[in-house]
């Protein structure tokens, strides 16, 4: 068994718990970890001649929280009661910190305990947090990176060590509701603002504070809130007139945020309104019946899959081809256009050299601008100093001069979507490229294969697929052309790596993967639209789904010319297949010179702000609703099951490589239904005979785009998952 804890007891009787699991760079809590931690905790509290304990790390930060993969061996281990396995060892978590909390002191007269102090070096999420929370008095280095916070309901569960009891009870729901029901993290002092740790100190004080408070602590100052005589809930209890305000409004809040598809905050205020009604420990007990019904939901386990197992593993490179590193030094970027200019952004702040060019100076000049706008943002935002964007900012040179792209390793090529244009830079860049370099071109609709057609070498050229706006977008679209070799695959991704971004690679096919899937949910929004579908009914099936936006709000933000520029493209493209059901609105929008957000009108009207002011009356009077509205089930399974669709059909025809990159790309790239972990999670959660059973039902009444793929027929027949049949690794949390 490795060692994830230090024990080392000091001459004046001070033990200090170290963190510090090995080979890692951030530590996790395993279960070996937890049970060590146990002993440790067991050690000091029997040794009399230890008066009092620090809890601390050795490395930079404190914890990055629980190894979510424990939690799937737990269900797996308790064969067919798995929330029985669950509940016990949420519990058995409780116990520990419970003890570490009481810290020996006598039930009744609440002395004689040993005081526990949290020294945390940097950044704490969930279970370190929670460990935090349990001692007595918090410490926090006064590191700038640091973040501090319980960040668990991103991840489709709540904070189940004890956090959500133990933080209600601190802070009270007003205050506790952005770090629970958000996840928010906060840096070291807005922490103590919030009264979440007590102290932040000069990181080299660190321990000598948490020492010095130690050696001085009272019994009055070790004992919680909660465990002394009259405590009261901050801002009342769900029975006081105060609390049962702000109860029956967090109620509300939460459902009209989540539009009642995550699990995990309803279960979370649950938590917190039974246990606020009882005694301390038994608010426990009721945390982990709610913590377990979550971790039972399997909207939970594919959330947690999508969102940190399989994340996290595409970003550390899971299909990344055996290459030597490939991080890139010095990057090109043609056109300094919307796109180009973000790609500067993300590179110069990963430390990368920028040479940004465009037809004219004053173009390239208009790209640079755009990068110093968005730092000066983070310096208002305190994200950036002033001097660190200065520096950021001197590593992106704007040009017109082909020959400033000399030593460039990598290439993005971001300029107008034409073939021939594009043809044009690339020959004119690579007359100064060394031959290892790689071209990577952001088109986001014209074959790779094709354009590679103009490189001088056509393994060294790629698709690398941003989403706009780059700075915010946290998913990378990678597309391999025919030749496309090895190299130029792991340059992209470790590329990608450098800009903190995460990837998906994929193969080259109209639309890729992630516009392939966009496009029909957006134009099954406007096929409704002229079937007089009610509009309103067709956005709150969207959100109601979960996703960020509407078909016709998506439109809206993307544009109604781009919109028809990619209809008859892709008209042209297909002839007789193409299907022109959502044309007849998009046109008649086009011809209206409605063309989005960007004209201040589209499917919505907006006032001179850019702010939505309601739908646009126009969509009634073109396409007035339908007597007979149809079933709003079968209006939410359009939307979902159009998209979803896609995603199969990529997978069968090879687009996509890995169900995993399809799950995550989808939620990253266009926020498809978070909750379900993505389209190949919602179809096991759904199940693939029931999957079929809509398809056969909206292929009926919708048209052949709904009908189910051979690959998911043949899977309805025999009992299969996508999860079971594809990606045994990858289920690791199912
Ligand atoms: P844009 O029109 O904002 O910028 C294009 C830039 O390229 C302009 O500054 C233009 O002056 C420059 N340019 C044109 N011809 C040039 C040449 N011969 N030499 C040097 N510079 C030249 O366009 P954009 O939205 O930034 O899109 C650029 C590319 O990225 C396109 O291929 C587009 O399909 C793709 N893309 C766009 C988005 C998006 O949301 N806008 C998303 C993903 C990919």
Redesign the pocket.
Known sequence: MTKDFKYAVDADGVATITWDVPDKSMNVMSRDGFAQFDSMVDDALADDAVKGIIVTSAKKDFAGGMDLNVLSTIRAEAGDNPAQGLFDFTMSGHHILRKLERAGMDAKTNKGGKPVAWASPGTSAGIGTEIGLACHRRFVADNPKAKVGLPEILLGIFPGAGGTTRLIRMLGLMAASPLLLEGKMLPPTKSKAAGVIDEVVPADELLARAKEWVLNATNADILKPWDAKGYKFPGGAPYHPAGFMMFVGASAMVHGKTQGVYPAAKAMLSAIYEGALVPFDTALKIEARWFTKVLMNPSSSAMIRSLFINKTALEKGAVRPDVEDQSVKKVGI???????AGIAYVSAMAGIEVVL???EQA?ADKGKAHVEGILQGGIKRKKTTPEKAAVVLGRVLATTDYAALKGCDLIVE????DVG?KA??TKLAEAHLGSGAIFAT????LPISELAKASRNDENFIGI????PVDRMALVEIIKGEKTGDKAVAKSLDFVRQIRKTPIVVNDARFFYANRCIIPYINEGLTMVREGVNPSVIENAAKQLGFPLGPLQLNDETSIDLGVKIAKATKEAMGDTYNDSADEVLFKLFDEGRLGRKSLSGFYNYNEKGKRTGLWEGLETNWPHADDQPDFTDVKHRLAMVQTLEAVRALEEGVLEDIREGDVGAILGWGFMPWSGGPFSWLDILGAAKAVEICDHLAETCGERFAAPALLREMAEKGESFYGRFGPEASAAA
Request: charged fraction near 15%.
């Open positions: 043609l056109g300094a256009g919307m796109m180009g060019m465009d037809r173009a971001a300029v107008f979507e244009v044009e830079v952001n088109t986001s609709t697929h941003f989403f706009s």
